[in-house]
């Protein structure tokens, strides 16, 4: 079993900036493509970005394309998330997961994956 832990989350100002980062545990399965999911009060869950562990492809959500930044470190087995120009309506609760095999970017953006972190709150106010 793979345990996937965000951290970085907090109370920031709308234009301000903020990196998440995810950590994989290191013992288990190799965790192959990585990425980040929101969800907000009241609304559905929303993909934000995605990265593949063996190009390093990465993919964006609409809303947050631009703005955010998904990198990898696969040495440390940690996917970042590198929010800029933050508004009030990127207000959620912030979701790692991951896959056990190379996924298609469809699949990736369904949400569906194999391992989920607990998230981190995101509050942008001010």
């Known amino acids: 079993q793979v345990q996937l832990v965000e951290t970085g989350g907090g109370l920031v100002q709308p234009g301000d900036s903020l990196k998440l980062a995810c950590t994989a545990s290191?013992?288990?399965?190799?965790?192959?493509?990585m990425g980040w999911f929101r969800r907000a009060p009241g609304k559905e869950r929303e993909f934000l970005a995605a990265i593949s562990r063996s190009r390093g492809n990465t993919y964006y959500g609409d809303s947050v394309k631009g703005r955010f930044i998904i990198s990898r470190d696969s040495t440390k087995n940690t996917v970042y998330l590198q929010m800029n120009s933050l508004k009030p309506e990127d207000t959620a609760v912030y979701l790692c997961?991951?896959?056990?095999?190379?996924?298609?970017?469809?699949?990736?953006?369904?949400?569906?994956?194999?391992?989920w972190g607990q998230g981190t709150q995101v509050t942008v106010s001010g």
């Open positions: 290191t013992r288990g399965p190799t965790v192959y493509d």
């Open positions: 997961a991951g896959n056990r095999i190379p996924s298609p970017p469809t699949l990736l953006r369904s949400g569906e994956l194999d391992w």
